[in-house]
């Protein structure tokens, strides 16, 4: 079991942006020594919700001070980029960081964000556009000369470098959330990266992982295969009643956040109904208690967090574990308190749980 952190680089009100990048930097260079594993920049443009415009940007950054802790994107919005320029820095990522890139891509579901880039007639096309962008990616990091022929792009005979260090490439994630994203990430053969964050139930996750291991037999490759990654909010504290003072007022600023911003109820929204319900809805009726004891969450204690954890790991069925600490402006010396229960007393124990359950 792996255990990573999101960065969403969100801005709320009291702190200037110059303070919010010197924070979560500040977080993602200390998370190799308190012993995670990995740091996922969320890439998000135009609002408060997020200010991190090029992961890649702050994890060169992260690179150069770190040996060992995996730099994963979670994620890029593919249909914003030209895929060459996507496929050149993160192969220079991957080289500068001695192969420690996991590439984690995405569709985008924000229609402000569409918008921003002129992009709105656009979303409609999302999918088709990301299916083009990704083959384009893998393409430019594995062939030696490049011929690309799509509706979207187009190129001929290009010589593409640098080529990452990792062979084939570096790991690729995709967010998934429908059924139908589920299946694609097994054909395409790639690592999937779910989120409780956003209303995954347990049912739903188990069925999307059958058809992820589906989507992998069908394209011919091993479907036992394949990570698993779960996001979702997780703050640990050394108190109970502590623990969800801490985390309430955060997590009350993300979902009536993210609820102004999420894409519309209509038939060419990027992600499914079910996001844009069940944010809108938890923002208007928000009890934090009643979230905090679902399984959208975890918040609490030691025992508490490693005990939910555990039962998360079989009814998700999850090998890595992405923890969204920091978010909406809490203080940094109470996510390092977190990230350093988590990595040294609550992993342990999860670790070992789900080991003897297995």
Same mark, same amino acid.
């Given at each position: 079991?792996?255990?990573?952190?999101?960065?969403?680089?969100?801005?709320?009100?009291?702190?200037?942006?110059?303070?919010?990048?010197? !924070?979560?930097? !500040?977080?993602?260079?200390?998370?190799?020594?308190?012993?995670?594993?990995?740091?996922?920049?969320?890439?998000?443009?135009?609002?408060?919700?997020?200010?991190?415009?090029?992961?890649?940007?702050?994890?060169?950054?992260?690179?150069?001070?770190?040996?060992?802790?995996?730099?994963?994107?979670?994620?890029?919005?593919?249909?914003?980029?030209?895929?060459?320029?996507?496929?050149?820095?993160?192969?220079?990522?991957?080289?500068?960081?001695?192969?420690?890139?996991?590439?984690?891509?995405?569709?985008?579901?924000?229609?402000?964000?569409?918008?921003?880039?002129?992009?709105?007639?656009?979303?409609?096309?999302?999918? !088709?556009?990301?299916?083009?962008?990704?083959?384009?990616?893998?393409?430019?990091?594995?062939?030696?000369?490049?011929?690309?022929?799509?509706?979207?792009?187009?190129?001929?005979?290009?010589?593409?470098?640098?080529?990452?260090?990792?062979?084939?490439?570096?790991?690729?994630?995709?967010?998934? @959330?429908?059924?139908?994203?589920?299946?694609?990430?097994?054909?395409?053969?790639?690592?999937?990266?779910?989120?409780?964050?956003?209303?995954?139930?347990?049912?739903?996750?188990?069925?999307?992982?059958?058809?992820?291991?589906?989507?992998?037999?069908?394209?011919?490759?091993?479907?036992?295969?394949?990570?698993?990654?779960?996001?979702?909010?997780?703050?640990?504290?050394?108190?109970?009643?502590?623990?969800?003072?801490?985390?309430?007022?955060?997590?009350?600023?993300?979902?009536?956040?993210?609820?102004?911003?999420?894409?519309?109820?209509?038939?060419?929204?990027?992600?499914?109904?079910?996001?844009?319900?069940?944010?809108?809805?938890?923002? !208007?009726?928000?009890?934090?208690?009643?979230?905090?004891?679902?399984?959208?969450?975890?918040?609490?204690?030691?025992?508490?967090?490693?005990?939910?954890?555990?039962?998360?790991?079989?009814?998700?069925?999850?090998?890595?574990? @992405?923890?969204?600490?920091?978010?909406?402006?809490?203080?940094?010396?109470?996510?390092?308190?977190?990230?350093?229960?988590?990595?040294?007393?609550?992993?342990?124990?999860?670790?070992?749980?789900?080991?003897?359950?297995?």
């Amino acid at each position: 079991m792996k255990l990573g952190m999101l960065h969403l680089f969100e801005n709320p009100a009291g702190k200037t942006e110059h303070e919010v990048i010197k !924070e979560q930097m !500040e977080l993602m260079y200390e998370a190799e020594g308190l012993g995670f594993d990995s740091v996922w920049p969320a890439e998000h443009h135009f609002s408060e919700y997020g200010y991190c415009a090029s992961p890649q940007v702050s994890l060169a950054a992260v690179a150069a001070r770190t040996t060992r802790i995996r730099l994963g994107t979670g994620v890029v919005v593919l249909p914003f980029h030209n895929p060459i320029r996507v496929a050149e820095d993160f192969a220079f990522l991957d080289l500068m960081s001695d192969g420690r890139v996991d590439l984690g891509v995405g569709r985008g579901y924000q229609p402000i964000e569409y918008a921003g880039f002129g992009m709105a007639d656009q979303q409609a096309h999302s999918r !088709e556009i990301f299916d083009e962008s990704i083959r384009l990616v893998r393409q430019c990091w594995t062939d030696e000369r490049v011929t690309f022929r799509g509706k979207h792009f187009q190129v001929e005979d290009l010589y593409v470098r640098p080529k990452p260090l990792q062979q084939p490439h570096p790991p690729i994630y995709m967010a998934c @959330l429908s059924a139908e994203s589920f299946r694609l990430a097994g054909k395409y053969g790639f690592n999937v990266l779910m989120s409780g964050a956003f209303g995954l139930s347990a049912e739903g996750a188990r069925v999307g992982i059958k058809d992820y291991r589906a989507g992998r037999k069908e394209a011919g490759y091993d479907p036992a295969t394949g990570k698993v990654a779960l996001l979702l909010k997780v703050y640990a504290g050394d108190t109970m009643d502590g623990a969800r003072r801490d985390y309430a007022g955060p997590c009350t600023w993300y979902y009536r956040t993210i609820a102004k911003y999420v894409a519309p109820p209509t038939g060419q929204a990027i992600k499914s109904y079910e996001l844009y319900t069940q944010t809108k809805n938890t923002a !208007e009726t928000l009890n934090f208690e009643d979230l905090a004891n679902s399984p959208l969450m975890v918040c609490g204690d030691v025992d508490h967090c490693a005990e939910k954890l555990s039962q998360l790991v079989v009814d998700f069925g999850f090998d890595e574990l @992405l923890c969204w600490t920091r978010i909406g402006g809490l203080e940094n010396r109470k996510v390092l308190r977190s990230m350093e229960l988590m990595s040294g007393r609550v992993m342990p124990r999860v670790r070992k749980q789900t080991a003897l359950a297995a």
